[in-house]
């Protein structure tokens, strides 16, 4: 296998390194005469992208046989792209033969330097494939790269995990003096509720999809998706280098969600590559929903074992808070948590520190508080819950702890005090504690 | 103070320089360790610096008598003293501020055999400095250059590009070979280990990669990366900006000198000398100097 670019395709080629490379490790690579396509997947399994290469992409494009078939470590190419791409004339790469132990990548430069790179194979590759068709995923939404860049700008730089809530949007028009605007969508942050010191920034952002998303469709009952954000903005820097819109493609908590590039439709023919980030989502929802009973599909959303604690994802924790109250005007809500020195008014911090014990009883816990909530909870527009079971089915210990949980009053599962989230059932005290809280303004109306 | 007949001993040196930072450019240069000790040599001809790591890598920087102002040497032969490396460039930047001209005094010896810095174009304030020296316990090996046969092997590679490609070999690792080769006329550096690389300079008449190129047998001799690496390191970025080129020589056995040009002039402010903001005069220039030992094993023709 052979292939040589330069210029323009050069500088796509070196982001798409830069993007696998914030994805995963290694690099898997599957030529064949219709395609060149580079495969990452990430440690945990929850990452997977794909950037597929025309032949037209390249200057010289040759494979021998049917497919060739290598993988190498992603830090070494990294290497290679060290020299300014500026600076290089064309970049060439050879697999010699199809059991070659080593890929040479050949940079020559304007200024007459020849630099070959010899980079090792992997003895054993885990070249996995997965595939999936857009066209399964009934949402989805274009965003510019820039807007969504200005959107993320409103949450702490160090977040993890991002929700991202859709609603079905109103065919009213967006007018400033109802209270149901059209801000279907909201973007807010997930923090690990698990995690003891919780000084990070905690953000809801509802948006108009009309106003900023470039095209938005979604049909039905509320659906939220949580994702790493560290890949969606590799994804995000990958897309605005190539100056090309983000395409999303979701359908709910579980299922995984895809982003693709948006080729202009001004473009006429497809463009001559293609890239696809497939992320795991959250297997719990973070709105009231339907039992999110099904078993997510194998390839795209292995999580981790349920009671690791790497990722939060296999933590279960419903807050509850129905936020699509959509306001008068994109508002956000941003809520630094106190330290430890909280008022009381958590019933959770209560519940916790009575009954916490170091190990699993964490999760028996959650469980609890979810169960509770659910319980006590009705919620405008959506589904009510009939089942009391919101558990994960990996939760083990799920079915043998039922509380009923009566004794609590009311929103005791947050740390943070209520009255700031957008809440549907307002039928909370509010107002009293507020020493930690920021109002809301204008005020808020319930239904 | 007491009067005395006799008139004091005039310190060996007393020298002026108009440009700190340049000083400390071709200082900088030669540093590539946290603690050197450096031994100093005045002559009548300029100040010597020498650092080494012992027996493998020897560095030189000569800031001859022209690029002072002032020049005044009164010793008896050559005095020798141990000092700092580190500490010395880091004291003679305190004299260094950006945007205006710094001149200082260099005096040796001093009361105690000191060396004396002060500041001395300031009319409100004086900075002053006295470092410690000390008897240099060792004899700085003379590296014994000697060229290779009777034609030399030798090439000027630009700086700035000798320096991304011994940057670059930092990839593949410990020990990296250098290859002359007369036909086609091209020097190779290549450095395996866990990947393998190799940058080839060729020697075309219309590139300035490779400015000289004397080879008329094949050589072949591997450096320790690290000390390679040492002589690139800390090139100050004039000598990126002025476009030198470095020259590598290979002499007998293998031993590798290696030459770099720093400029000691000052480029923005106007200089009775300087014509236009490029030309400077010849003299204003340091010479660095590296001698680099090569890996015992060692062939010196390499038929691969």
Redesign the interface.
Known sequence: MEFSLSGNALKTFARSITCLARIGNELALQASPSQLAFHSLNSSRSAYQSITFKPDFFDVYTVSGTQVQCSVLLK?IC?VL??PITSIDHLSVLLPNHDAS?VQWTLDCY??????????CNVEPDIQHLSLDRRRFPSSFVVRPRDLNRLLSNFQSTLQEITVIATEPTSLPSDAASEIGGKAVELRSYIDPTKDNDSSLHTQLWIDPTEEFVQYTHAGDPVDVTFGVKELKAFLSFCEGCEVDIHFYFEKAGEPILMAPQFGLDDGSTSNFDATLVLATMLVSQIQEGNPSEPPPVAATIHGQANHGTGSQAQERTRGNVSEHPSDHTRIWSELSGSAAKNGSGAEERQVQGERNENDNEQREIQRISTMHISKTRSVGENVLGDPNSCHPMESNCAEDPRGGAEINGHGFSQRHPSNWVDADEDDDEGDETELCVQSTPPYHEE | MSSSAIEPEAPDLVCQLDNVQGMVDALSSVRWKRHQDAVIELSEHGIVLIVEETSCLQAKVYLQRELFIRYEYSAQGRPRFGVSLGLFVDCLNTFSVPGRSNTIEIQYPGPDMQLLLKSVDSLDACIYSEIRTRIPDMISWDYNFEPAGSTPLSFTVKSAALKEAIDDLEWPGSSIQIILQPVPPSVTFRGEGHGDLQIDFMYYVNTDLLIAFHCDQEVSYRYKYKFLRATTSNIPSSVIKDNRGSKLTIGRGGMLKVQHLVSVARPSVSHPHIDSAGYQQPSRIAYIEFFVKPEEDVDTVNDS
């Open positions: 070494a290497s060290r020299t080593k200024n007459g330097m020849k630099k070959a790179y010899w980079i090792t």
